[in-house]
């Protein structure tokens, strides 16, 4: 039996956790697209290598930034909803944050084919319809 879409999500988030980008990056689709609308770029990356560098960059822009999750919620549709916090100092100013928001991922046939990361809760609940 293939796995569930939780469970495809969970790997793929506890991978990047870990330190382990390509164990991630292998449960996405080829050409996976990652769109983060909160972010002062409110970009689309698309193909596994686009989701490497906006974490990356992200990641970048902060000291002592750590991302914890909460849950994983299965909406009606299938897609996914992790919800999270993260906490850091912006790298040049360091003003510290904490915020909490989530993700909604849509999973096919195994593989993940589209993130879209929201920095309130509601919105993210909102998009997958929960």
Not at 18 to 46: I, K, Q, S, T
Not at 110 to 123: D, F, K, P, Q, T
């Amino acid at each position: 039996m293939p796995p569930g879409n939780v469970d495809v999500v969970r790997r793929m988030t506890d991978a990047f956790l870990a330190g382990d980008a390509d164990a991630a990056l292998a449960l996405m689709h080829a050409d996976v697209e990652f769109e983060a609308p909160a972010r002062p770029d409110a970009r689309v990356w698309r193909g596994r290598d686009g989701v490497s560098r906006a974490i990356a960059e992200w990641i970048a822009t902060w000291d002592d930034y750590s991302f914890d999750v909460h849950d994983y919620l299965e909406a009606p549709d299938g897609r996914v909803l992790v919800t999270w916090t993260e906490r850091g100092r912006g790298r040049g100013s360091g003003i510290p944050i904490e915020h909490h928001g989530g993700y909604a991922v849509t999973v096919r046939d195994g593989a993940i084919v589209h993130m879209a990361l929201y920095n309130e809760l509601s919105e993210a609940r909102a998009a997958v319809g929960l």
